[in-house]
């Protein structure tokens, strides 16, 4: 009887979402004591503690806990459950990747979209080391398969996380893994001791340590697993999450061919050659290429955003969100969220949303970026500003609210991605920036789809992003927008010479672009630094052909009463034009034969309003006229 009892208190605290402290408050009962009853850990309680308990579980006296406390950042499952904070079930996880019966699976998705709280929550139900904590469990959806019961708690889990390796040189995040390895086998230094422990077990157990060699850590997981097996009778499971943080790192500070060597030797040892291994899963945001570090993983599953088995089980559902909103009283903001936050899509499930935006909003009802401000952006910085012309002309075209066509490899090809155009959109759609809207072309391993910025939340990460590319403090770029609004041609070449010296280097580096080249890189840059800086007052359109001709800007007001401008921009052609006073004749020339200012004219600009300037180039040097 009293145990049906304690397991309906428990039901009722899981769906009122109260906290343990709430409820011991409520019902005049120790802490301790609310804490061991509700988790199962007495057996026969008090009749006066249980009708304390059902007293302060009463629906009409649960109060503002209808609405319970979210703790952001928190990734421990248990944390979460037991003190009733708020929690979307994604417990059908465990299910759909027990039964999938895949070895090693990899699971790609965007930062904070719930990798870590989901590991967590396998290590709760499958480890060993949480047998008996099926309270957690208990009234989500994974209890209601008797089948599960069993198997809670009963197996050896290695739980890892990469998350930290976060070094500058090769040596630090190497040391940085070898002191996650080190830690795992702190926690099991009590088997040396078991008669099972060979001398040679002893001896390799005594050579893992801070200052290993390669090969000893390279199979340091899979001994561990083996001794492991030897001491529970049962294979390991791992769990892996982020593991591709250092392989980031080491291609932004340059030292990727150590880092993937050295990763390539741990997961071959761990991962394929591990006959103590059960089953394991790894997450990240992406999918590194099979010849950079799974070469000999064969068995490996992948799940990316592109071909999702598990679709909503990372991310919130527009359902799920929804019901949030309901519940925080805040139906009213639900058109905004979308606009702000939806717009994921993952296998076959659209308007996902990312559950770090949603439970800061649920929090604190504000609309800001939040998901876009959690982690550095530097890789991705990197990519698009010192990428080629194409790759600024379609961030031109993104930030416009437009779709552009792309090929899509869901393996990023790490040491080429700053060479491959299609790469770096490949690492945009799997880092969450972008969103497939359409598809183009399914034929072969890689994939052509339209693709566009991902919501309104992502976009304003890559305006923020776009004006510290021109907030040096050397280079003024707002008085140079200032020069041109007052019509000051002398300033504007002061200040647009300091700008392309500047940024030429800048947008350049690593690419040791041609002087031809580097006009139009900059021009792209240039563009993107207007669209940004001049978004509620002006439309900015540019010319996207490639080439090293005329690459001209058409600004319309968004007032039809204010001034527009087109800006001509020509490389200097000492064969045609003696000095670059000719070529801002000749662009200037071309601005009229071309009759650029019909479209504006159309649009209700006045003629007496448009004004026309040309750039000349010629190396590092403009001149504008």
Known sequence: MANSK???????????????????????????????????????????????LEKALEMNDVGDQSQPEISIGNQDFAAIIENGYFYVDKTEFIRKWWESADVVTLITRPRRFGKTLNLSMLDYFFSNRHEGSESLFKGWNIWKDAKYHEIQGQYPVLFISFASIKGRDYDTARQQIIQEIVSLYRNYSFLTSEPFMTEMDKSFWNMVGYDMTDATAAESLRFLCEILYKYYGKKVLIFLDEYDTPIHEAYTDGFWDDMTGFIRNLFSSTFKTNSYLERAIMTGITRISKESIFSDLNNLKVDTMTNARYDTDFGFTAEEVSKALDKYEL???????????????????????????????????????????????????????EGSADVKKNMERLLNGESIEALIDDE???????????????????????????????????????????????????????????????????????????????????????????????????????????????????????????????????????????????????????????????????????????????????????????????RGVKKENIYHYGFAFEGKHVLIG
């Not at 923020?464 to 300033?491: C, G, P, Q, S, T």
């Open 331 to 385: 139906s009213q903001k639900k058109d905004d969220v979308k606009r702000w936050y939806d717009g994921f899509k993952i296998g076959k499930s659209s308007d996902m949303y990312n559950p770090w935006s949603i439970t800061q909003f649920l929090d604190s009802g504000v609309l800001n970026n939040y998901w876009a401000n959690t982690s550095e952006n530097s890789l991705v910085e990197k990519l698009i500003r």
């Open 412 to 602: 990023i090809v790490f040491n080429l991605i700053d060479k491959n155009e299609s790469g770096i959109i490949s690492l945009l759609l799997a880092a969450g920036y972008l969103k497939v809207d359409s598809t183009v072309d399914e034929m072969g391993v890689r994939k052509k789809y339209k693709v566009s910025l991902t919501n309104l939340e992502v976009k304003h990460t890559f305006e923020d992003m776009i004006k510290r590319w021109f907030e040096d403090d050397n280079v003024r770029y707002n008085d140079f927008i200032k020069a041109l609004f007052a019509n000051d041609v002398k300033y504007m070449n002061r200040f647009m010479n300091e700008v392309a010296l500047s940024t030429f280097s800048f947008f350049d580096t690593g690419n040791k672009p041609s002087h031809r080249n580097e006009p139009e890189r900059f021009y792209h840059g240039f563009v993107l630094g207007l669209i940004v800086e001049l978004k509620d007052k002006y439309h900015v359109f540019s010319n996207r052909e490639s080439g090293f001709g005329r690459y001209d800007i058409c600004l319309e007001p968004c007032d039809k009463n204010n001034p527009a401008y087109i800006l001509e921009f020509k490389v200097h052609d000492p064969d045609d034009e003696k000095d670059l006073e000719a070529t801002v004749k000749n662009a200037l020339q071309q601005i009229e034969d071309n009759n650029y200012d019909a479209d504006l004219l159309a």
């Open 6 to 52: 304690i397991e309906e208190l428990q039901n009722r605290k899981k769906e009122l979402n109260l906290t343990y402290e709430y409820i011991s408050e409520k019902a005049g009962l120790p802490l301790s004591t609310v804490q061991k009853v509700l988790g199962g850990n007495i057996e026969s309680p008090r009749q006066s503690t249980i009708e304390a």
